[in-house]
Protein backbone atom coordinates (compact mmCIF):
# COMPACT_ATOMS: atom_id res chain seq x y z
CA UNK A 1 0.00 0.00 0.00
CA UNK A 2 1.23 3.28 -1.11
CA UNK A 3 2.30 5.57 2.09
CA UNK A 4 -0.37 8.30 0.84
CA UNK A 5 -3.10 6.12 0.77
CA UNK A 6 -2.20 4.49 4.57
CA UNK A 7 -2.25 7.73 6.72
CA UNK A 8 -6.12 7.71 7.61
CA UNK A 9 -5.24 9.10 10.58
CA UNK A 10 -2.65 11.69 10.60
CA UNK A 11 -3.62 13.62 7.48
CA UNK A 12 -6.26 15.46 9.26
CA UNK A 13 -4.07 16.12 11.89
CA UNK A 14 -1.93 18.85 9.66
CA UNK A 15 -2.89 22.03 7.77
CA UNK A 16 -1.16 20.65 5.16
CA UNK A 17 0.31 17.67 3.99
CA UNK A 18 2.30 16.46 0.93
CA UNK A 19 3.20 12.45 1.06
CA UNK A 20 6.21 11.96 -1.34
CA UNK A 21 7.23 8.97 -3.07
CA UNK A 22 10.80 9.68 -2.40
CA UNK A 23 12.98 12.74 -1.72
CA UNK A 24 16.49 13.32 -0.30
CA UNK A 25 15.02 15.28 2.97
CA UNK A 26 11.94 16.05 3.82
CA UNK A 27 13.39 19.06 6.17
CA UNK A 28 14.84 20.57 2.60
CA UNK A 29 11.65 20.12 0.99
CA UNK A 30 9.78 21.90 3.58
CA UNK A 31 12.12 24.87 4.17
CA UNK A 32 11.18 25.44 0.53
CA UNK A 33 7.28 24.90 0.77
CA UNK A 34 8.04 27.65 3.95
CA UNK A 35 9.31 30.50 0.98
CA UNK A 36 5.95 29.82 -0.74
CA UNK A 37 3.84 30.61 2.16
CA UNK A 38 2.50 27.20 3.60
CA UNK A 39 0.98 27.76 6.71
CA UNK A 40 1.79 26.84 10.13
CA UNK A 41 1.53 23.24 11.15
CA UNK A 42 2.13 21.90 7.62
CA UNK A 43 3.90 18.91 6.70
CA UNK A 44 5.79 16.66 4.40
CA UNK A 45 6.07 12.82 4.87
CA UNK A 46 7.76 10.13 3.14
CA UNK A 47 9.16 6.55 3.79
CA UNK A 48 11.91 7.06 1.25
CA UNK A 49 14.66 9.43 2.49
CA UNK A 50 17.70 9.52 0.68
CA UNK A 51 19.35 12.27 1.93
CA UNK A 52 18.08 12.94 5.61
CA UNK A 53 20.49 15.78 7.67
CA UNK A 54 21.21 15.28 10.97
CA UNK A 55 22.90 17.50 13.67
CA UNK A 56 26.48 18.06 12.86
CA UNK A 57 26.54 17.12 9.69
CA UNK A 58 25.76 13.96 10.12
CA UNK A 59 23.25 11.63 7.04
CA UNK A 60 20.44 9.54 7.63
CA UNK A 61 19.86 7.13 5.06
CA UNK A 62 17.84 3.99 5.18
CA UNK A 63 16.27 1.03 2.73
CA UNK A 64 12.62 2.79 1.14
CA UNK A 65 10.10 1.44 3.56
CA UNK A 66 12.37 1.18 6.75
CA UNK A 67 11.89 4.57 8.23
CA UNK A 68 9.68 6.96 8.11
CA UNK A 69 10.79 10.41 7.97
CA UNK A 70 8.77 13.71 8.77
CA UNK A 71 9.06 17.49 8.90
CA UNK A 72 6.19 19.67 10.52
CA UNK A 73 6.56 23.69 10.03
CA UNK A 74 6.03 25.96 13.06
CA UNK A 75 5.10 29.59 12.76
CA UNK A 76 5.34 30.66 16.43
CA UNK A 77 3.64 32.84 17.98
CA UNK A 78 6.31 33.77 20.71
CA UNK A 79 9.41 34.92 21.25
CA UNK A 80 12.66 33.26 19.35
CA UNK A 81 14.20 33.13 23.18
CA UNK A 82 11.85 30.24 23.10
CA UNK A 83 12.85 28.53 20.04
CA UNK A 84 15.28 26.21 21.79
CA UNK A 85 12.28 24.13 23.65
CA UNK A 86 10.82 23.38 20.19
CA UNK A 87 13.71 20.42 19.18
CA UNK A 88 12.81 19.15 23.02
CA UNK A 89 9.23 19.15 22.38
CA UNK A 90 9.55 17.27 19.37
CA UNK A 91 11.92 14.75 20.77
CA UNK A 92 8.91 14.45 23.58
CA UNK A 93 6.28 13.74 21.19
CA UNK A 94 8.34 11.11 19.47
CA UNK A 95 9.16 9.35 22.59
CA UNK A 96 5.27 9.60 23.43
CA UNK A 97 4.37 8.06 19.78
CA UNK A 98 7.25 5.01 20.19
CA UNK A 99 5.99 4.26 23.46
CA UNK A 100 2.24 4.10 22.67
CA UNK A 101 2.71 2.10 19.76
CA UNK A 102 5.13 -0.49 21.20
CA UNK A 103 2.28 -0.76 24.50
CA UNK A 104 -0.29 -0.91 21.64
CA UNK A 105 1.93 -4.48 20.54
CA UNK A 106 2.09 -5.24 23.98
CA UNK A 107 6.43 -4.46 23.79
CA UNK A 108 7.65 -4.88 27.06
CA UNK A 109 10.16 -2.16 25.23
CA UNK A 110 7.52 0.17 26.12
CA UNK A 111 8.86 0.84 29.47
CA UNK A 112 12.38 1.47 28.22
CA UNK A 113 11.56 4.82 25.55
CA UNK A 114 12.86 8.08 26.58
CA UNK A 115 14.77 11.23 24.88
CA UNK A 116 18.53 11.91 24.91
CA UNK A 117 19.55 15.39 25.01
CA UNK A 118 18.96 17.25 23.07
CA UNK A 119 17.46 15.64 19.39
CA UNK A 120 17.45 11.45 20.19
CA UNK A 121 14.51 9.27 21.16
CA UNK A 122 16.17 5.20 22.94
CA UNK A 123 14.50 2.58 23.46
CA UNK A 124 16.79 0.82 26.06
CA UNK A 125 20.02 3.19 25.09
CA UNK A 126 19.31 2.40 21.69
CA UNK A 127 18.41 5.28 18.86
CA UNK A 128 14.93 4.71 17.16
CA UNK A 129 14.97 8.30 16.11
CA UNK A 130 16.44 11.47 15.39
CA UNK A 131 14.98 15.25 15.26
CA UNK A 132 16.67 18.12 13.49
CA UNK A 133 15.44 21.97 13.91
CA UNK A 134 15.96 24.62 11.33
CA UNK A 135 15.36 27.99 11.82
CA UNK A 136 14.41 29.58 8.24
CA UNK A 137 12.94 33.05 6.99
CA UNK A 138 9.33 34.43 8.82
CA UNK A 139 10.39 33.26 11.60
CA UNK A 140 9.36 29.69 11.32
CA UNK A 141 10.89 26.40 12.26
CA UNK A 142 10.92 23.41 10.00
CA UNK A 143 11.08 20.48 12.84
CA UNK A 144 12.29 17.13 11.01
CA UNK A 145 12.38 13.65 12.73
CA UNK A 146 12.70 10.10 11.74
CA UNK A 147 12.11 7.28 12.99
CA UNK A 148 13.20 3.74 12.27
CA UNK A 149 9.91 1.70 11.27
CA UNK A 150 10.65 -1.72 10.04
CA UNK A 151 14.67 -2.85 10.10
CA UNK A 152 15.43 -6.18 11.34
CA UNK A 153 17.91 -6.71 13.76
CA UNK A 154 20.21 -7.82 11.05
CA UNK A 155 19.75 -4.22 8.70
CA UNK A 156 20.39 -1.73 11.30
CA UNK A 157 23.19 0.63 10.19
CA UNK A 158 24.54 0.80 13.71
CA UNK A 159 25.39 -1.90 17.11
CA UNK A 160 23.41 1.29 18.93
CA UNK A 161 20.14 1.79 16.67
CA UNK A 162 17.29 0.04 17.20
CA UNK A 163 13.51 -0.17 15.49
CA UNK A 164 9.99 -0.51 16.41
CA UNK A 165 9.71 -3.83 14.79
CA UNK A 166 12.91 -5.35 16.39
CA UNK A 167 11.43 -3.94 19.56
CA UNK A 168 8.54 -5.75 19.26
CA UNK A 169 6.09 -3.69 16.74
CA UNK A 170 3.78 -5.53 14.40
CA UNK A 171 3.97 -3.54 11.15
CA UNK A 172 0.19 -3.42 10.21
CA UNK A 173 -0.47 0.27 10.10
CA UNK A 174 2.74 1.19 12.17
CA UNK A 175 3.85 4.38 9.99
CA UNK A 176 -0.03 5.82 10.63
CA UNK A 177 0.26 4.77 14.34
CA UNK A 178 3.37 6.52 14.99
CA UNK A 179 2.68 9.21 12.99
CA UNK A 180 -0.79 10.72 14.38
CA UNK A 181 0.37 10.42 18.07
CA UNK A 182 3.29 12.12 16.89
CA UNK A 183 1.37 15.25 15.44
CA UNK A 184 -0.96 14.99 18.14
CA UNK A 185 1.29 15.30 20.90
CA UNK A 186 3.32 18.07 18.78
CA UNK A 187 0.53 19.94 18.46
CA UNK A 188 -0.88 19.74 22.45
CA UNK A 189 2.37 20.88 23.67
CA UNK A 190 2.68 23.63 21.20
CA UNK A 191 -0.65 24.89 21.68
CA UNK A 192 0.05 24.64 25.22
CA UNK A 193 3.35 26.43 24.83
CA UNK A 194 1.54 29.37 23.16
CA UNK A 195 -1.35 29.85 25.99
CA UNK A 196 2.27 30.67 27.79
CA UNK A 197 3.80 33.11 25.25
CA UNK A 198 6.54 30.58 24.93
CA UNK A 199 7.45 30.03 29.33
CA UNK A 200 8.08 26.59 28.71
CA UNK A 201 8.19 26.12 32.86
CA UNK A 202 5.07 27.81 33.11
CA UNK A 203 4.06 25.38 30.57
CA UNK A 204 4.54 21.88 32.04
CA UNK A 205 6.64 21.82 28.91
CA UNK A 206 10.01 21.87 30.91
CA UNK A 207 8.60 19.14 33.29
CA UNK A 208 7.55 17.29 30.69
CA UNK A 209 10.64 17.06 28.95
CA UNK A 210 12.61 16.45 32.15
CA UNK A 211 10.77 13.59 33.40
CA UNK A 212 11.62 11.59 29.38
CA UNK A 213 15.04 12.75 29.29
CA UNK A 214 17.63 9.81 30.18
CA UNK A 215 20.49 12.11 29.85
CA UNK A 216 19.89 13.65 32.82
CA UNK A 217 21.92 12.25 36.18
CA UNK A 218 24.39 10.54 33.50
CA UNK A 219 28.11 10.72 32.85
CA UNK A 220 28.14 12.33 29.29
CA UNK A 221 31.06 13.24 27.18
CA UNK A 222 30.85 16.50 25.67
CA UNK A 223 31.46 17.33 21.73
CA UNK A 224 31.73 20.89 21.74
CA UNK A 225 31.89 23.14 18.89
CA UNK A 226 35.69 24.06 19.93
CA UNK A 227 36.45 20.60 19.51
CA UNK A 228 37.36 19.57 23.29
CA UNK A 229 35.73 16.25 24.23
CA UNK A 230 34.96 16.79 28.57
CA UNK A 231 33.10 14.39 30.68
CA UNK A 232 30.83 15.54 32.43
CA UNK A 233 27.37 14.83 35.05
CA UNK A 234 24.09 15.72 32.77
CA UNK A 235 22.03 17.70 35.48
CA UNK A 236 18.96 19.19 34.80
CA UNK A 237 17.79 21.29 32.00
CA UNK A 238 17.56 25.36 32.18
CA UNK A 239 14.53 27.58 31.40
CA UNK A 240 15.88 27.91 27.63
CA UNK A 241 16.16 24.32 27.16
CA UNK A 242 19.72 24.18 27.91
CA UNK A 243 21.83 21.42 29.21
CA UNK A 244 23.41 22.36 32.54
CA UNK A 245 26.23 19.77 33.46
CA UNK A 246 29.23 19.18 36.18
CA UNK A 247 32.74 19.03 34.53
CA UNK A 248 34.40 15.73 36.05
CA UNK A 249 38.19 17.41 35.70
CA UNK A 250 37.63 20.28 37.71
CA UNK A 251 33.79 20.44 39.68
CA UNK A 252 32.73 23.31 37.22
CA UNK A 253 29.45 23.81 35.80
CA UNK A 254 28.65 24.55 32.13
CA UNK A 255 25.54 25.37 30.30
CA UNK A 256 25.66 23.46 26.86
CA UNK A 257 23.31 25.27 24.29
CA UNK A 258 25.33 23.69 21.08
CA UNK A 259 27.36 21.08 20.57
CA UNK A 260 27.17 16.76 20.89
CA UNK A 261 26.18 14.32 23.80
CA UNK A 262 27.35 11.10 24.09
CA UNK A 263 26.24 8.88 27.14
CA UNK A 264 29.40 7.13 28.75
CA UNK A 265 28.17 3.89 28.96
CA UNK A 266 27.35 4.08 25.16
CA UNK A 267 30.63 4.83 24.21
Known amino acids: MALSSSLSLSAPLVSRLDVLEQCTSTNTELVE ?3 QGWPHFSAVVTDDQTGG ?14 T ?12 AESFGWLPLMAGLAMARAVRGALADDDSPAAASVGVKWPNDVLIAGNKVSGLLAELVAGPAVV ?13 LP ?19 RVLSVYLSELRAAYDQLVR ?6 AA ?5 VAAECVTLGRDVRL ?3 SGEEPVARALEIDEYGRLIVRRADDGTRMTIAAGDVTHVRDE
Open 158 to 176: TPTATSLTVEGARGDGLPD
Open 196 to 201: HNGDAV
Open 223 to 225: TLP
Open 33 to 35: RAA
Open 68 to 79: LAISVLLRPAFS
Open 53 to 66: RGRLGRTWVAPPGR
Open 204 to 208: GLADA
Open 143 to 155: LGAGVNLAFAADE
